[in-house]
């Protein structure tokens, strides 16, 4: 069965070369392969930078400079190992609302036929049930008492799944994950909300045969330098932010150890060498929901929750305390 063929798309000529008019003739060609990459998917469009220069008819490392300098432009999002663009992803919504629409009509249909059906079928159960009854009645009045029927056996409820994200993972990469919204706290980059399939798999394999501790000197490299803390703001850009996707690439996370992008920046007190009154929410999350699942409390956060004299944010029945 061949496949449908891609709806067609809102295209304003004057839109389109407004926002090419400040990239290199690559960068917009390779933003133009994209963008219809993704229209054609309907969908965000995996990131192959092998497959895409094959598409764009360039040397890979060309695309993959394009696709790095359009994703610091804000033309493209990369999102667990995806490029999408955001008015795309708007128009694609849209489209697929609309088409929603029309298949809970149908789906309504559907049910109100179903409904029909049952009632009718509802007759032939009353005259069940009253047969039932009436057989009931003559076993009492000859002294037999009735079967009983057996309640079907209940299903015992699940266990209660532990959340990944909350706290029990002490995994490394659950570990490098809140390293780095810490350090996205401190200068103001992109935090990542959720430690998903596809960004465990790539801190591990950054991780892999190393440990944590390569990933903490990432994460100094990181702060030491200027352009990736945001504060070298060029004439002709914007200044760049920081996403976990961006330093989990194979390639960026290599530059970042050998200080590609410059030691120019004295980075500040990192959360374990201040006061604990003065610690990021992101360091105090992670303290508390350890000790919430495992009962093990740091010693530099002073008294544990309802102590006296507690440094730390509220906590409240969340964790435990009334």
Known sequence: MSKPATPWIKWFPGDFLHGVSDLEANEGWVYTIVLNLIYDKQAPWPYDPKRLARRCRLRQPVVEECVESLIEYEKLRLVDGCLTNEKAEKVIGKRQEVSGKATAAAEARWQEEKRKDKKNKGGEDA?????????????????????????PAKKPSPPAALKLDGGPDKSPAREAFDLYNELAERIDATKALDLTEARRKSINARLNGRGIDVWKEAIEKVERSLFLCGEAKGRDRRAFKLSLDMMVRPENFQKILEGFYGDDREPGPKDDELDPRDWSPGKWFRVLEIWKVSGSWSDNAGPEPGQPGYLGPPTGDEYGLQ
């Not at 009645?137 to 309640?151: D, I, M, S």
């Open 127 to 151: 005259d069940a049930l009253r047969t039932g009854s009436e057989q009931d009645a003559k076993l009492e009045a000859r002294g037999q008492k009735p079967e009983k029927k057996k309640a």
